[in-house]
Structures are given as C-alpha cells and as structure tokens.
C-alpha cells in the first residue's frame, strides 16, 4: 500500500503546473526562436494540452482585441510571437538604422587586410596599416563583417576573422574567390622588422657624446 501511495506521490508531482498557464506560456514564447505545438507547450509549462489550447487560443484574441504591437499566430502547426504587418516598417527602420551607411576608406583597407590576411590580430592589422585600428575594428565588429578567432599562441592576441555576411555582402561563396591582391600587402614580417629598426635606439652617437664630454673635462 505504501508502494503504491508513494508511486502516486510523484506521479502528482511530476503534473504539477510550474508557473499560472498564461504567464508560463508567455515567458515561454518570448523566448522561443522558433514555432512551438501544443504539445511541446504543455511538457514546458506542465498544464493538460488541452488547456493549453485553449489559453493560446484566448491570448491570441486577447492581443487582437488590445491592438498589441505584436500578435500570436498558428503557423504551421506552431505557435509563436510575430510582429503585427502593419507596423513591419517601423521594425524595418529601426533594424536597418545605420546598417546602410558606407563604410569610410579607413574601414574597407582594414577590412582588406583581415581578409587576405587572416586570423590576424589588431597589433599586426595596425603594422600593416601604420596607424591604429581600434576604432575601425570596432565598427567593423558591429557591423558583423569581423568576428573573433581565437588567440595567438604565442603571444596571447585576439586574433579577427571575416564573418559568412561579408562574404555574403560582396557575393562570394568562401574567401578563395577574393582577388589575388595578396601578394600587394607587405610580409608581417617585412614590417615588423621595419618597426623595431624604426624605434630602436643608435648606439654610436651617444658614445660619440660622452667621449665629448670626457675631452671636454680634460681641456678644463
């Protein structure tokens, strides 16, 4: 008897509803990124299938009735939020704020030198550049044309990468269809040598200078 009472125990437990049925399926749409049936619904919220019909059926009317910016739908055989069509120009203007301003020269070279150049980090884009790319990487960052890969092994580097929507903005299936502009780019290499030459500090002149001043103590 104590078997089958405990049995029975967790059977109800297993039922019981989680959350209220209608705030439950609310929290449950808004985060779904695609249609959901009833009875995936129903397993979520843990309420009967048929009540859980019914509560979509109600909140659908419910958001009609209010004039919600948004609407619930059966599509498919799947439930979920969409936006109401006579507003999609407002969602559309706000998407596409600033998606349609051109890049500046500045962002398309350092884009450049991400993509023949790649996975490469800020430090070495700059290198090439001359000048520093902070600023654009974020943009470029934004914009989703550049994504990080990883880091540098040796040094630790967040290394960039282009993203499947650059390709996809200048109508190319993978990087191997991009123009042989490679072999115009300086070797890293090359540059970075040319760097540590540029900021290094000439031995022989300042031994010239204090050989100066030692003859000059000595005439005194």
Not at 69 to 90: K, Q, S
Not at 135 to 155: I, Q, Y
Request: glycine share 6%.
């Amino acid at each position: 008897m104590t078997e089958q009472t405990d049995e029975a125990d967790e059977t109800d437990e297993a039922v019981e509803p989680a959350a209220p049925l209608r705030p439950a399926l609310e929290a449950v749409l808004m985060v779904a990124d695609q249609p959901l049936d009833a009875v995936a619904l129903a397993s979520a919220v843990r309420h009967p299938e048929a009540e859980v019909v019914e509560a979509l059926g109600a909140l659908a009317a419910e958001y009609d009735e209010q004039g919600r910016g948004f609407e619930l739908r059966n599509v498919a055989g799947g439930w979920r939020y969409y936006t109401r069509e006579e507003l999609a120009p407002v969602v559309e203007a706000f998407v596409l704020e600033g998606q349609q301003a051109r890049l500046t020269q500045a962002a398309l070279e350092t884009l450049a030198v991400v993509a023949y150049q790649q996975p490469v980090s800020r430090a070495r884009v700059s290198a090439v550049r001359g000048v520093n790319v902070d600023g654009v990487m974020r943009t470029l960052l934004s914009r989703g044309l550049v994504e990080e890969a990883g880091r540098d092994g040796e040094h630790g580097a967040t290394l960039y990468r282009t993203t499947a929507y650059f390709l996809e903005r200048i109508g190319i299936v993978s990087l191997d269809e991009l123009p042989d502009l490679a072999p115009h780019l300086p070797d890293l290499a090359e540059v970075e040598e040319e760097l540590r030459e540029a900021v290094a500090e000439p031995v022989e002149p300042v031994e010239e200078s204090v050989e100066s001043v030692e003859e000059a103590d000595d005439d005194a």
